[in-house]
């Protein structure tokens, strides 16, 4: 199979011939993994049981899924990735801000994906054949993780698309053993070990459960799902079995390895770590199941994450080709794994990451998804690509290729966020103002969301006299996608 060529320029639609059955396939078999199930640990090392946990991420997950899935319908119509098609509400420069988000967010979860299927491989090669748990032993299983998923991220879509399909039936298979494996020793009682509620009450530790675990998993995409939509024809495919295939996808994808991984922590005792008591309360017949868990699902997952931020890079440096970018990132997400296993805490810097990437991602999100409902999911796919084509002009110039409307009203959601997040080593000061609960995703969004429309509708203060005229302009143009 031939090495994909496209970057985020604008895919023609002779090319574009997945469908939604695609969708699914993708989002579901690249979520089977260590790097997705791990999330299902958080609430029971909070302090929850099993019940608490379970609906916590049940709540976050539909929720999350709820605000994020209209997102793909972005990309079905513009043909590229959803950073460059935010161009439409930020600018064509002002597009480099969901660059950034995406590239911060794939670049954590792909640290993440590898640095914990990393653990459980090596935790299973010592138990099977005495392999010594030192330095050189994660090297070694952390490099060939990457160099695999290398692989499959250069190589492109196609590639990854063929491997979600086989992970999905055969991952799902994996699982279903692992819960026969762990089955006789499950209970549903909070575990002693994690110390009673993370946050001192139920309420507010069962909050952040349902943001750090559930929330979180659909955000994770907000900047991923166009990279499997442009590939989705409008003209074969319509706009409602897009948005149900991607809330399909999202919650099957997202809510069975997370409640795999609730499950096996109350099985396995996990309160403190979840690799290590995993490996250890597997019975032996279920060891090579999870070695090849552990390695094919990690590289299918880190594989697609790896794939989006060659494209973001792709689109910060438009002289860069999507190949040398994802090679490029590739060797800081392995950096960023040996940093995560020698200085993090897992729990700490799982939970510091998930909510200050949320709570900067989510008015972005917002913003653009007012703008996909105030243009009807009209856009110019050849005024997107201005930028990627070093020039200039077009209907989403706006000044200098940045809309200051939309920019600050990001800048305005994130910094609230910010002020408002709940993490173990950090509290905003806005907590004061929400009892102590973490609502950081909710005022950022809320914040960037009422800012930005407030802003498109008033006077042109500070803006050039024609943002408001190309703001018009987008919304009226008729569909050209």
Do not use: K
């Amino acid at each position: 199979m031939p090495i994909e060529q496209r970057g985020v320029d604008t895919i023609p639609d002779e090319e574009r011939t997945s469908g939604p059955r695609d969708l699914v396939s993708i989002l579901l078999g690249s979520n089977l993994c260590l790097g997705v199930i791990i999330f299902g640990w958080l609430p029971p090392s909070f302090g929850l049981d099993w019940w608490s946990s379970v609906s916590s991420i049940v709540a976050g997950t539909v929720i999350g899924t709820a605000l994020t899935a209209p997102l793909a319908l972005v990309s079905l119509r513009t043909a590229t990735n959803l950073s460059t098609s935010s161009g439409a509400q930020f600018g064509v420069r002002g597009r480099l801000v969901g660059s950034v988000v995406g590239l911060l967010l794939a670049l954590g979860y792909t640290a993440l994906t590898v640095w914990i299927g990393g653990d459980v491989m090596i935790g299973v090669l010592h138990r099977l054949f005495g392999l010594p748990v030192d330095g050189l032993a994660y090297a070694v299983v952390y490099a060939l993780l990457a160099a695999a998923t290398v692989a499959g991220a250069v190589y492109g879509y196609r590639v990854l698309l063929a491997m979600s399909r086989v992970l999905a039936v055969g991952m799902t298979a994996l699982l279903a053993l692992g819960v026969l494996a762990y089955a006789p020793h499950f209970t549903t009682a909070a575990l002693p070990e994690a110390g009673g509620f993370l946050l001192g009450s139920f309420w507010p530790t069962w909050l952040l459960a349902a943001v750090a675990a559930g929330l979180s998993g659909p955000i994770a995409f907000i900047t991923l799902l166009g990279d499997y939509t442009r590939y989705i024809s409008p003209s074969r495919h319509s706009s409602r079995t897009v948005l149900h295939a991607t809330w399909l996808g999202l919650i099957a994808g997202l809510l069975v390895p997370q409640l795999f991984g609730t499950f096996t922590a109350y099985a396995a005792r996990a309160a403190l770590d979840y690799a290590g008591p995993l490996v250890s309360a597997s019975p032996a017949w279920y060891l090579v199941p999870l070695l090849l868990a552990a390695s094919a699902g990690s590289v299918g997952n880190a594989g697609l994450m790896l794939y989006s931020m060659g494209l973001d890079l792709d689109a910060i440096l438009p002289r860069a080709s999507r190949a040398r970018a994802t090679l490029t990132v590739a060797v800081v997400a392995t950096v960023c794994v040996f940093v995560g296993h020698y200085a993090w805490n897992a729990q700490s810097a799982m939970t510091s990451f998930v909510l200050l990437l949320t709570a900067i991602g989510t008015p972005w999100a917002v913003i653009t998804l007012i703008g996909f409902a105030r243009s009807r999911g009209s856009y110019d796919p050849d005024a997107l690509q201005v930028f990627n084509r070093r020039s200039r002009g077009g209907i989403y110039w706006y000044r200098a290729g940045w809309n200051v409307r939309a920019t600050v009203s990001w800048v305005l959601g994130a910094t609230v966020g910010l002020l408002a997040v709940s993490l173990p080593s950090y509290e905003g000061p806005l907590l004061s103002l929400t009892g102590g609960v973490d609502c950081s995703f909710v005022l950022s969004g809320l914040v960037g969301g009422v800012a930005y429309l407030a802003l498109s509708l008033s006077p042109a203060s500070g803006t050039s006299g024609s943002e408001s005229a190309q703001e018009g302009i987008s919304v009226a143009a008729g569909p050209r996608s």
